[in-house]
C-alpha cells in the first residue's frame, strides 16, 4: 500500500486526500460542462459543488467519528486529519444532500434538473475516492482464499480488496446513469436511480467486510442502504407520477 504519495519538507501528501480532491476535481469539471449543455447556470453549480463537499467531508467525518470513538479519544486533534482517511460516505451523502438543497433553495436553481446532473458523476467521483482507501490500506474486507484477495499491511491473511470491488461496481453504476440521463422520462429520475443502485451496491459489498451487525445479521450500512433504496424507490413512484398527471393536465 501508499498511504503518503510523496512528501516536500514538512509537506506530506497522502494517497487518500489527493484521490478524493481528484475524484471531486474531475467531477466538477464534468459537471460544469454538463450543466452548460443543459442550459443550466453552470457557475452557480460549480459553486454548490464547494459546499457539498465542504459539508460532505464534514458529514463524513462525523460519522466516521461517532462509529470509532475509541480511535480519537487519546488524540483529539486526530478528527481533523482528513487527509489520512477516515470518512463514512453515508453521512458525507447526508452532509451533502442536505447542503445542496439550501443551496438551491437560496440560488433559486431547479431542484431535481440540477440534482440529476450532480449525481451522474457522484459515483464517478466516489470510485477514484474509493481507490484512495485501496492505496492507504483501509475499507479492506474479510479474509478470504480467492484469487482477488489482497495481502495488506498488519495481516498475514489474504481479504477481500472491498475498495476495488466497490470502484468497479460504481463506475458501472455512474455509466448507466451517464446514460439514462440522456433518456430520462421525469425530473429527478437520476437522482432516485442513484439512491437504489447504491443502496444495493453497498449492501450487497457489506456480506464481504467485517462489520458487525446491528439488527439481527445485518449491520448499520446495510440498514442504510436499504433506507436508501427505500426512500429511492417511493421517490420514484411519487415523481414519476406528479409527471405523469402533468401531462394528462395538460392534454385536458
Request: glycine share 8%.
Amino acid at each position: 500500500m501508499y498511504p503518503l504519495l510523496f512528501s516536500i519538507g514538512n509537506i506530506k501528501v497522502f494517497s487518500y486526500g489527493a484521490m478524493v480532491a481528484l475524484g471531486v476535481l474531475i467531477a466538477a469539471m464534468l459537471i460544469y460542462r454538463h450543466a452548460l449543455l443543459r442550459q443550466l447556470d453552470a457557475e452557480k453549480i460549480v459553486d454548490m459543488i464547494f459546499w457539498i463537499v465542504f459539508w460532505g467531508l464534514i458529514g463524513g467525518r462525523i460519522l466516521y467519528v461517532l462509529i470509532n470513538p475509541d480511535i480519537y479519544a487519546k488524540d483529539p486533534l486526530e478528527i481533523i486529519k482528513i487527509n489520512k482517511g477516515g470518512l463514512v460516505f453515508h453521512g458525507s451523502l447526508i452532509g451533502a444532500i442536505i447542503a445542496a438543497l439550501v443551496f438551491m433553495k437560496r440560488s433559486k436553481q431547479p431542484l431535481f434538473e440540477t440534482l440529476d446532473i450532480i449525481f451522474v458523476y457522484v459515483p464517478l467521483a466516489h470510485a477514484i475516492g474509493r481507490l484512495g482507501c485501496f492505496l492507504n490500506g483501509c475499507c479492506f474486507g474479510k479474509p478470504t482464499r480467492a484469487f482477488s484477495g489482497v495481502f495488506f499491511p498488519g495481516h498475514y491473511i489474504r481479504v477481500h480488496p472491498t475498495q476495488l470491488y466497490s470502484a468497479f461496481l460504481l463506475l458501472i453504476i455512474f455509466l448507466v446513469l451517464y446514460l439514462c440521463e440522456k433518456r430520462k422520462r421525469f425530473s429527478g429520475q437520476i437522482v432516485c436511480l442513484y439512491l437504489i443502485s447504491y443502496g444495493v451496491m453497498r449492501f450487497s459489498i457489506e456480506f464481504l467486510r467485517d462489520n458487525p451487525a446491528v439488527l439481527g445479521f445485518l449491520t448499520m450500512f446495510q440498514c442504510i442502504s436499504i433506507a436508501l433504496v427505500l426512500i429511492g424507490l417511493i421517490m420514484y413512484g411519487i415523481l414519476k407520477n406528479n409527471r405523469m398527471s402533468d401531462k394528462l393536465e395538460t392534454k385536458t
